[in-house]
């Protein structure tokens, strides 16, 4: 599987890039698979250029990742959010909670944050009942140090992109599709390296390039895979990450579809959720400044001041983990080679 790797850091510098170094970076991030050649076209430098600017760009860990956004309802799993007050005077429980968190199958993300919530895990499951099951081993095999938990199911997604940048994906609604092991060990292969190429795919799994690259496209084509992108060391660009929980009154189609639009086209909204639970909506803000930030921020409440009750934010300090797809959901493939 891919090491793990945050999007927030704890000690982190702002690498100074060229302008032509983000604009590569936008390319990856709406197509990471995208061939040298036609980054080179499209960015007006020779493919020596862009191979050597892409392999600068992940030894200096500004890109830590290239890999599938997989729709994970696809696969037959909800995603599911956990809030944690942890209190730890000593710190070691509180270190060996995370290294758990971080390494559960069925983990996507892991962030700690500086306010009383101190930790969100998402985390996937078959259904509520399997999130329970998971949750409750969790919460009694840490029960000592956590103090309380919120847990947030999340209904549908409104947007989703990984980077403040020019282009945004609205969620799609899903229906069931039931991958073979091939296609799991296609899906594992990408996750390692959104890069890989079907010759390399063929060699670890024992299938021809073109059924690969078949199969491959049945993933695009049937929303498995929505897109290609890349994941950047945010703290490594001079961003920073808040995620924002919202009570709104109610939340009628109208109102829902105004609200979607709108969260659509706010640049530094990256990510925008309804859910079940404390709160109605999750999103994620990534900027550049405090002021981007701030304004983001009371835009949003100005421009639905008649359905938001109150929302509460939270700074990210630190990311333990983010995986585009947990191993639970490409775990166990047996191939018949």
């Given at each position: 599987?891919?090491?793990?790797?945050g999007?927030?850091?704890?000690?982190?510098?702002?690498?100074?890039?060229?302008?032509?170094?983000?604009?590569?970076?936008?390319?990856?991030?709406?197509?990471?698979?995208?061939?040298?050649?036609?980054?080179?076209?499209?960015?007006?430098?020779?493919?020596?250029?862009?191979?050597?600017?892409?392999?600068k760009?992940?030894?200096?860990?500004?890109?830590?990742?290239?890999?599938?956004?997989?729709?994970?309802?696809?696969?037959?799993?909800?995603?599911?959010?956990?809030?944690?007050?942890?209190?730890?005077?000593?710190?070691?429980r509180?270190?060996?909670?995370?290294?758990?968190?971080?390494?559960?199958?069925?983990?996507?993300?892991?962030?700690?944050?500086?306010?009383?919530?101190?930790?969100?895990?998402?985390?996937?499951?078959?259904?509520?009942?399997?999130?329970?099951?998971?949750?409750?081993?969790?919460?009694?095999?840490?029960?000592?140090?956590?103090?309380?938990?919120?847990?947030?199911?999340?209904?549908?997604?409104?947007?989703?992109?990984?980077?403040?940048?020019?282009?945004?994906?609205?969620?799609?609604?899903?229906?069931?599709?039931?991958?073979?092991?091939?296609?799991?060990?296609?899906?594992?292969?990408?996750?390692?390296?959104?890069?890989?190429?079907?010759?390399?795919?063929?060699?670890?799994?024992?299938?021809?390039?073109?059924?690969?690259?078949?199969?491959?496209?049945?993933?695009?084509?049937?929303?498995?895979?929505?897109?290609?992108?890349?994941?950047?060391?945010?703290?490594?660009?001079?961003?920073?990450?808040?995620?924002?929980?919202?009570?709104?009154?109610?939340?009628?189609?109208?109102?829902e579809?105004?609200?979607?639009?709108?969260?659509?086209?706010?640049?530094f909204?990256?990510?925008?959720?309804?859910?079940?639970?404390?709160?109605?909506?999750?999103?994620?803000?990534?900027?550049?400044?405090?002021r981007?930030?701030?304004?983001?921020?009371?835009?949003?409440?100005?421009?639905?001041?008649?359905?938001?009750i109150?929302?509460?934010?939270?700074?990210a300090?630190?990311?333990?983990?983010?995986?585009?797809?947990?191993?639970?959901?490409?775990?166990?493939?047996?191939?018949?080679?």
């Open positions: 599987m891919a090491t793990h790797f999007r927030i850091r704890e000690h982190q510098d702002i690498v100074r890039i060229k302008d032509s170094d983000r604009k590569f970076i936008y390319e990856l991030e709406e197509d990471s698979r995208k061939p040298l050649t036609a980054l080179a076209k499209k960015l007006h430098v020779s493919k020596d250029t862009a191979h050597y600017t892409l392999n760009l992940l030894k200096s860990n500004v890109i830590e990742h290239l890999g599938p956004v997989v729709d994970l309802t696809r696969l037959g799993y909800q995603t599911f959010h956990v809030f944690f007050v942890v209190h730890d005077i000593e710190g070691k509180e270190n060996e909670f995370m290294d758990y968190l971080a390494n559960h199958p069925n983990t996507k993300a892991l962030m700690e944050y500086s306010d009383r919530w101190g930790l969100e895990w998402t985390v996937i499951a078959k259904d509520i009942l399997d999130f329970d099951k998971i949750t409750s081993r969790t919460a009694t095999l840490f029960s000592d140090i956590i103090i309380e938990k919120s847990k947030l199911e999340v209904i549908k997604g409104f947007k989703s992109t990984t980077l403040a940048s020019r282009k945004a994906y609205f969620e799609k609604e899903s229906t069931l599709y039931v991958p073979d092991n091939y296609d799991r060990a296609i899906l594992a292969c990408l996750n390692n390296d959104g890069r890989m190429s079907s010759y390399e795919i063929s060699e670890k799994i024992g299938m021809s390039p073109n059924n690969v690259r078949y199969r491959l496209k049945n993933l695009v084509r049937s929303n498995v895979i929505r897109h290609f992108t890349t994941t950047v060391n945010l703290n490594s660009l001079g961003y920073h990450l808040y995620t924002i929980g919202v009570l709104i009154k109610s939340l009628d189609e109208k109102q579809a105004k609200l979607r639009e709108y969260l659509f086209h706010q640049r909204i990256t990510r925008a959720v309804k859910v079940l639970g404390y709160w109605d909506l999750l999103i994620t803000i990534v900027s550049d400044t405090i981007n930030y701030h304004k983001t921020i009371k835009d949003l409440e100005s421009e639905f001041s008649d359905i938001v109150n929302y509460e934010a939270l700074t300090y630190r990311e333990k983990t983010f995986k585009y797809v947990p191993e639970i959901a490409i775990a166990d493939v047996e191939l018949n080679k």
